[in-house]
């Protein structure tokens, strides 16, 4: 099964910019572990897998500008 990884708005920003990813495409991924840094206001965030699987596409690369609800990966879900 196919998940978005996306920002949702409890990140209380409109925007962000994509700082660092942990994992590359084809990467396998664990659940709550950090994949991606984000940075709203100056502050920066680790957003966590949201199941175990394979990170099969980055959006938004390095230092890339995103907007809340945006999808900025695609993962491959071994159990959800």
């Known amino acids: 099964m196919k998940v978005d990884l996306q920002l949702l708005k409890g990140q209380r920003a409109e925007n962000a910019i994509v700082v660092e990813w942990y994992k590359k495409e084809g990467d396998y991924v664990k659940k709550d572990e950090p994949l991606v840094q984000i940075e709203t206001f100056k502050i ?37």
Not at 49 to 72: M, Q, R, T, V, W
Request: hydrophobic share 40%.
């Open 44 to 80: 920066t965030t680790d957003i966590l897998a949201p199941c175990e699987g394979i990170l099969n596409k980055i959006l938004y690369k390095g230092f890339e500008h995103c907007s809340i609800n945006d999808i900025i990966a695609i993962i491959s879900c071994i159990n959800k």
